[in-house]
């Protein structure tokens, strides 16, 4: 059973560029949220979304968008990227937002 | 505030040495607290998760506790190994009943384990 997927792996931007990166949840899970996790510390918290509606957003720009479709599958858009914005970008999948989340592999972005 | 508090920041144990590491929180409402193993540049892995009932929870040589009381979590790796290098990241969920929980990362705990 396929756990959650996340594309591309790695990205490599520059300044002013915008990027989409893709999540996948594990089947059956409804609730995607999305986390930027710069180096040496813990994930910060961007969205998440339940049933295809944002449930909660974080301290982020409005330069960060996202949405989930039909199949639950999601994406994080960043609009006009900044040196700031590379980051590990990971996605956790949930059956719903209390239950236990598990994380893909992440999204590695380097805007240079 | 939501917070959760990590330490030490960092340790160096030698291979086959315990170590213990610390969380405290302060988010409320209270759902669960886990802890996630993360090797550098993946993605969290959970060891375990722990509801307000629950005290304590064993996963192989992980064993993490919890007093909600005091608002605090331990985590206890035994005989460590040097697969067990990684971030230790304490993340308290908020939310109650059928409330979409948010979670809150800790900054982790940097393990290195020497041979």
Known sequence: ?112 | KNQVEQSPQSLIILEGKNCTLQCNYTVSPFSNLRWYKQDTGRGPVSLTIMTFSENTKSNGRYTATLDADTKQSSLHITASQLSDSASYICVVSAGRGSTLGRLYFGRGTQLTVWP
């Open chain 1, 1 to 112: 059973d396929a756990g959650v997927t996340q594309s591309p792996t790695h990205l490599i931007k520059t300044r002013g560029q915008h990027v989409t990166l893709r999540c996948s949840p594990i089947s059956g899970h409804k609730s995607v949220s999305w986390y930027q996790q710069v180096l040496g510390q813990g994930p910060q918290f961007i969205f998440q979304y339940y049933e295809k509606e944002e449930r909660g957003r974080g301290n982020f720009p409005d330069r960060f968008s996202a949405r989930q479709f039909p199949n639950y599958s999601s994406e994080l858009n960043v609009n006009a990227l900044l040196l700031g914005d590379s980051a590990l970008y990971l996605c956790a999948s949930s059956s719903s937002g209390i239950s236990e989340a598990f994380f893909g592999q992440g999204t590695r972005l380097t805007v240079v």
